[in-house]
């Protein structure tokens, strides 16, 4: 099938399938990590995932887009420039000077934060979509989703590069729309 046959998700499939780079063991033995690196490395493989996420962005309505931290903030800059759209930083706790709004979340193994600017960005009644490299269990996504509903933005959906596979994320995300670019295998 020519190059242009194929439709932006499937070119974008394409490029994860063969840039995705597997390292058995980590973080933690047991664990199968895909690493995107190679994929943003790739000028094709980039254009190809950012493009196929910019148009399920569209999709949902974003008037901005929420990158998490830190390959979030990759994508969801290239997404949010490629829709012409501005982005919010979601940073993790420390990274930002006072004033911030802050939401903890549980992890496996402990507590983490996300912060916002409570200054400068006003995202009171915009649709917001978030952008991640990873869905896995929705604990950082969903902190992000309360985060910004405690500054009154609206989560219109999710958008992600990968899935990681029988960890229940799609059932932390509550009743938004996911859309994943490559489903989980």
Known sequence: MS???????????EALDKKTRYVQDFPEKG???????????DAESFVAVVDAMAEAAEKLNAE?????DARGFL?????A???GLGVLAIR???KLPPPVVTQEYELEYGTAAL?????????AGKNIVLIDDVLATGGTLGAARKLIESCDGHVSGYVLAIEVPGLGG???LGDRPVIVVRDPQ
Request: overall charge negative; aromatic content about 6%.
């Open 3 to 13: 190059e242009q046959a194929l439709s932006t998700f499937d070119r974008a499939r």
């Open 81 to 83: 420039y490629k829709l």
């Open 92 to 94: 993790k706790k420390g």
């Open 64 to 68: 901005i887009i929420g990158g998490l």
């Open 170 to 172: 799609r059932d932390n």
């Open 115 to 123: 912060e916002l600017p409570s200054e400068g960005i006003d995202i």
């Open 75 to 79: 994508l969801g800059s290239a997404v």
């Open 31 to 41: 664990v199968l990590f895909e690493d995107l690196t190679p994929v943003l490395g």
